[in-house]
T-cell receptor, first 113, second 115 residues
Framework: QKEVEQNSGPLSVPEGAIASLNCTYSDRGSQSFFWYRQYSGKSPELIMSIYSNGDKEDGRFTAQLNKASQYVSLLIRDSQPSDSATYLCAVNAVVGGAQKLVFGQGTRLTINP | KAGVTQTPRYLIKTRGQQVTLSCSPISGHRSVSWYQQTPGQGLQFLFEYFSETQRNKGNFPGRFSGRQFSNSRSEMNVSTLELGDSALYLC??????????????FGPGTRLTVL
């Protein structure tokens, strides 16, 4: 079982609709969760971080965390063509004070005008 | 505040050569992590440095090494390059504090091609 799993897509959503991206993780002790956006040929850009169960909203983005189900999601409201990118879910694994991000394979999102 | 910088941005090497990549973290950030990104394996953790000490290492062969300087700048070295080392190498910095809530910010990456 992979440590962090995402649906690789591609996920196609019409412009103006809600895009929903999902991620599950295997380490029940994980405490920090992140969503990165990566445009083709670019490096990952941090767009959301979430640490507590529930929802966290930032503009058109909402991250949702359910630690009991080991599930993280990202909602993008009013999707725009500029949202077309690969979205990476990452979980911070901390062992003995050292940290590392464990990434899912990413979901490729396409917003259709 | 300036972001994470990486040099060089592109490199072409041949098998058997070695390469050194450089990373300057965001000012004030003391933790630097390195990742390798390939189409097949995705983003894989290489190692993390904090206060000039390697604190964590991923599952990569000993040909991959790194170091961190007193100003938090970091370098990674790959010796005896193999074709499979062709990848985007990413550096990420964070303002690490004790605990688990550390956002990491990526640099633009170094695209390494091994011929």
């Amino acid at each position: 079982q992979k440590e962090v799993e995402q649906n690789s897509g591609p996920l196609s959503v019409p412009e103006g609709a809600i895009a929903s991206l999902n991620c599950t993780y295997s380490d029940r002790g994980s405490q920090s969760f992140f969503w990165y956006r990566q445009y083709s040929g670019k490096s990952p850009e941090l767009i959301m971080s979430i640490y507590s169960n529930g929802d966290k909203e930032d503009g058109r983005f909402t991250a949702q965390l359910n630690k009991a189900s080991q599930y993280v999601s990202l909602l993008i409201r009013d999707s725009q063509p500029s949202d077309s990118a690969t979205y990476l879910c990452a979980v911070n694994a901390v062992v003995g004070g050292a940290q590392k991000l464990v990434f899912g394979q990413g979901t490729r999102l396409t917003i259709n005008p | 505040k300036a972001g994470v910088t990486q040099t060089p941005r592109y490199l072409i090497k041949t098998r058997g050569q070695q390469v050194t990549l450089s990373c300057s973290p965001i000012s004030g950030h003391r933790s630097v992590s390195w990742y390798q990104q390939t189409p097949g394996q995705g983003l894989q953790f290489l190692f993390e440095y904090f206060s000039e000490t390697q604190r964590n290492k991923g599952n990569f062969p000993g040909r991959f090494s790194g170091r961190q300087f007193s100003n938090s700048r970091s370098e990674m070295n790959v010796s005896t390059l193999e074709l499979g080392d062709s990848a985007l190498y990413l550096c990420a910095s964070s303002f690490f504090v004790a605990g688990d809530y550390n956002e990491q910010f990526f640099g633009p990456g170094t695209r390494l091609t091994v011929l």
